[in-house]
């Protein structure tokens, strides 16, 4: 498990460096549980997320959301990153 969360947690660097070198300047945003659950599971997903992107240097690269309907615009015109 802890090969894989390096590896995840690698990954996510190399994209935010990516992002850094084209000069996009849009939001990475996670979800800890894409499927609404219950908020005591929504509470522990997000707590592991927060412990994960702490314990990598993530967390200012990350933001964590609640509810894929903000990433999915609702039928808005403008990108998901400027509504969330």
Partial sequence: MKRELEHLAKFLHLAVDYKMKIGFKGKFCIEPKPKEPTK???DSDAAACL???SEYDLLGDLKLVSGHWKLASQGR???ASEIV
């Fill in 40 to 42: 005591h599971q929504y």
């Fill in 51 to 53: 412990n994960f992107l």
């Fill in 77 to 79: 015109n403008e990108p």
